[in-house]
């Protein structure tokens, strides 16, 4: 047998001192876990910004339908008839009628949008009372409102 036959015919046998230390496999996991706080604090406030635009927007659909509503039946909806009114149903003779929006939307944060007519800010408001579901509140949990432009 040549000597480079031999040598692929014996196994190779690790030297005693080679492999990972623990302290080289805890600098390795110290340093995924910086960098996932890192990510996690930029991408976290983004989600937020996010949510609250998203329910701005939605706003403004709903209030181009609200407008619409208006220019063809000469009001507004009523509170207790909502924005469901803004849904298509059937008319008289069971007709269907074409609504003004496809559907309702839900909130950023999986709520129903409130409709209160006449409003307090103005002819009608619609608002959505942000992450904590409460009246106020400052940041992610400020109300968002069509009174806001």
Avoid: C, H
């Avoid at 909806?77 to 559907?103: K, N, V, W």
């Amino acid at each position: 047998m040549s000597e480079q036959e031999d040598a692929m015919a014996t196994p190779r046998r690790f030297a005693p001192d080679a492999g990972v230390t623990l302290i080289e496999m805890m600098v390795v996991i110290v340093i995924i876990g910086l960098i996932t706080a890192i990510v996690a604090l930029n991408v976290l406030p983004a989600q937020n910004t996010a949510r609250v635009e998203k329910a701005k927007a939605d706003i403004q659909v709903l209030e181009q339908a609200i407008e619409l509503y208006r220019l063809q039946n000469g009001r507004l909806p009523t509170t207790s008839e909502g924005l469901q009114i803004l849904l298509a149903s059937s008319g008289e003779g069971g007709t269907p009628t074409a609504g003004y929006i496809r559907r309702l939307p839900d909130d950023p944060w999986g709520r129903d949008y409130i409709y209160i007519s006449p409003g307090e800010k103005g002819e009608y408001d619609l608002v959505s009372l942000g992450a904590d579901a409460q009246e106020g509140g400052e940041g992610v949990n400020a109300d968002v409102g069509n009174w806001q432009k």
